[in-house]
């Protein structure tokens, strides 16, 4: 496949739901992340959103990492936000946040005011080149619809070169796409099903995953029921297309988002490293098959629903779950807490809680300075002597490179009964 060096700028947009992703998104390699500040984001409820305080922090760790920092404040906005929105906008202003993504009119607005950039949002449904012309007033990054052909896209792009289409900054508008993560039944994402139900909004990040649910169909005259099998039928599986990314390359776009801010750090940082790794090798000329099956077999190792290429080859109206939960094909299981540093030898100890250990097991340690770590134990120090296991109450050391803090969790990795 020839080397795409006409796309060297492509973006790696990676979401960071936590301290510990945003770290795993920074030692993977990604350019920018996109993070949620209070109630005012898609993910609201699902993932353990960031406050206004930890705003600097995030955006001190971004400018360390040499990443990009987007916050998301893409809800419907009503009347009681107002306040808490400008206070938000205010905060991004004065820590430099690089960029909101948003889809509604009042953000818009007061970013205009404040000369804040702004990306429009997957949630306008942007899929003509009129809309691209009308919301580039506002903003230099535009998501496209979710449900968009690549061919669509390219047409986008190409139309967007050849009418010199610019936003605020004076710079040709920029075409962002979701390649990796979870996809709702809804038009890019606006689903209602959670608020005819439990009158609990997805799109003002409060979705209760409906979705994801088995049903039953009855018939209203006779009464006979059948249960919907092998599918769950209004759950789509996973968004993947790294055996499609030189496509996607040639598309046109500009920014590749990973979707996944209530996924873990391994979740981030595998997918991260994948895409990294397959976007060089697109604009190197070495993208190939063997290359992609390898890239596969690693984002099936992490959450996943099974997996499909979207809409983008128009092949397919869509592809359902065929069962609850992950596919993935390794799983965690969580087995305790730091509880020590040893600075000067760099060594971290653990306290097993839960489970046990043995030599040889894989384990990965997640937290907010060191990301994600995962690496195989050949020996086992338990309270200090080699040991041949570990179990609740012990405690291991091994080297690590970051302090280790209590807020570090130590998990084992096994093989999924699934995999």
């Known amino acids: 496949m020839r080397k795409a060096t006409s796309f060297s700028n492509v973006e790696i947009l990676a979401p960071a739901g936590s301290f510990d992703s945003l770290q795993a998104a920074a030692k993977a390699g990604a350019n920018a992340i996109y993070f949620g500040i209070e109630q005012l984001n898609m993910r609201a409820r699902s993932a353990g959103t960031f406050t206004i305080e930890d705003m600097a922090e995030v955006a001190a760790i971004c400018k360390l990492n040499n990443m990009k920092a987007y916050i998301t404040l893409n809800t419907v906005m009503y009347g009681h936000d107002m306040q808490l929105l400008k206070t938000i906008l205010n905060a991004v202003k004065a820590h430099g946040i690089d960029a909101v993504i948003a889809s509604d009119f009042a ?38 619809a979710r449900e968009l052909t690549l061919k669509q896209v390219h047409e986008i792009s190409s139309e967007i070169k050849r009418r010199g289409i610019c936003g605020p900054s004076g710079q040709l508008v920029k075409i962002e796409i979701f390649v990796h993560g979870a996809l ?21 990040g409060a979705c209760i995953q409906n979705c994801r649910h088995t049903y039953t169909v009855r018939d209203t005259e006779t009464g006979d029921e059948f249960e919907i099998d092998n599918e769950y039928i209004l759950s789509p599986k996973d968004l993947c ?13 500009a920014v590749l988002k990973i979707e996944g801010r209530t996924k873990g750090a391994d979740y981030v940082h595998v997918v991260t490293t994948c895409y990294r790794e397959a976007l060089e090798a697109v604009l190197e000329g070495t993208y190939n098959r063997e290359k992609v099956t390898g890239w596969m077999r690693e984002l099936k190792k992490v959450y996943n629903r099974g997996f499909w290429e979207g ?67 050949d020996q086992l120090i338990v309270n200090g002597v080699e040991g041949t296991k570990a179990g609740k109450g012990d405690c291991i050391t091994f080297p690590f490179a970051t302090k280790v803090t209590a807020n570090d969790k130590l998990y084992k990795i096994v093989e999924a009964a699934n995999g």
């Not at 297309?241 to 776009?253: H, P, W």
């Open 311 to 377: 809409y983008y080859l128009g092949r397919k109206l869509g592809e359902w779950t065929h069962q609850p939960g992950s596919l993935a094909t390794e799983r965690k299981i969580y087995l305790g807490k730091g509880r020590n540093y040893f600075g000067k030898i760099k060594v971290g100890e653990f306290l097993i809680e839960t489970g046990n250990l043995k030599p040889g097991d894989q384990i990965m340690v997640s937290g907010p300075r060191c990301g994600m770590v995962r690496e195989q134990l």
């Open 184 to 204: 709702c039944m809804a038009i890019s994402g606006k689903c209602y099903l959670s608020l005819h139900t439990q009158n609990a909004s997805a799109n003002r």
């Open 107 to 144: 953000v818009f607005e007061y970013c205009t005011q404040l000369q804040i950039p702004l990306h429009i949002s997957t949630q306008t449904n942007v899929s003509n080149i009129e809309s691209v012309q009308y919301f580039a007033r506002f903003a230099d990054v535009i998501v496209l």
């Open 241 to 253: 297309t790294i055996d499609i990314l030189d496509q996607i390359i040639e598309s046109g776009v």
